[in-house]
């Protein structure tokens, strides 16, 4: 990978330089910058990135709180293997599309989705107050406009499956909120790519009636339906040609 030229990093960095310099080390590091190279010093970094040394050493402690560095001793900072990262870090996510599409990661996601989504699905059939009802009946709308070129299909299909998350009305399946968009602004580029269509409207409105209907069963395997559709589409595209 090649590093961009320091003085083009440090016009990129923006007013807040500390996180305009996690966001770059971040992504250089996610992405694969550092894998065959060891990471710069706090002073070598300050040099090449024309900041303080205060900035650098701001943004690698925030890395490290992150898990994606190290400091040991008499071996100075080092990046940490993705075992240890925090994947449900926003920042962390938002990186991770930055990176070779892989379908590994995909297949990780989804089958991240199957535990969560499915489950949220059905605590909102049982749970969501009139508010949530509202929020996905208008997710569900934008998906609808979304079809009809009005609105973007992509935040239109997230805006629907997040608005599930929120009706639960369980502030842990809410804390997924992050994780589910990532998770399927991958998923929706790689079936769009793959099969050359927006989302099932059938199966989503499928959700949402189950949801109106207080139906928990059927919310349930509504919204797996979708995500195994998914699935299977990961499992064909691995198979060999």
Excluded: C
């Excluded at 299909?153 to 997040?162: K, N, R, V």
Aim: no cysteine; charged share 25%; proline share 4%.
């Amino acid at each position: 990978m090649n590093l961009p030229h320091p003085s083009d990093v440090r016009t990129s960095l923006g007013r807040n330089l500390t996180y305009g310099m996690l966001d770059h080390l971040g992504k250089v590091i996610v992405t694969g910058g550092y894998d065959d190279k060891p990471f710069p010093t706090e002073a070598e970094l300050s040099i090449q990135h024309s900041v303080s040394r205060s900035v650098t050493r701001e943004a690698v402690k925030m890395l490290t709180a992150k898990g994606l560095l190290s400091a040991r001793p008499r071996q100075g900072t080092i990046v940490q293997p993705s075992s240890s990262w925090n994947l449900f870090d926003a920042d962390i996510l938002r990186w991770l599309l930055d990176r070779k599409f892989s379908l590994d990661l995909l297949r990780q996601f989804s089958e991240l989705r199957l535990a969560i989504e499915p489950a949220a699905a059905e605590l909102a059939a049982r749970a969501a107050d009139q508010a949530g009802l509202d929020a996905i009946a208008a997710g569900f709308a934008r998906m609808v406009a979304a079809e009809a070129g009005d609105d973007d299909t992509l935040e239109a299909d997230i805006a629907f499956h997040l608005s599930i998350l929120h009706a639960s009305a369980n502030p842990f399946f809410m804390q997924f909120r992050d994780v589910v968009a990532t998770a399927l602004r991958t998923s929706i580029r790689f079936t769009n790519r793959i099969q050359g269509r927006t989302a099932d409207l059938e199966a989503h409105e499928a959700v949402k009636v189950a949801i109106e209907r207080r139906d928990a069963p059927a919310a349930h395997a509504a919204m797996l339906h979708i995500i195994q559709d998914v699935m299977v589409l990961i499992s064909h595209s691995a198979e060999p040609a």
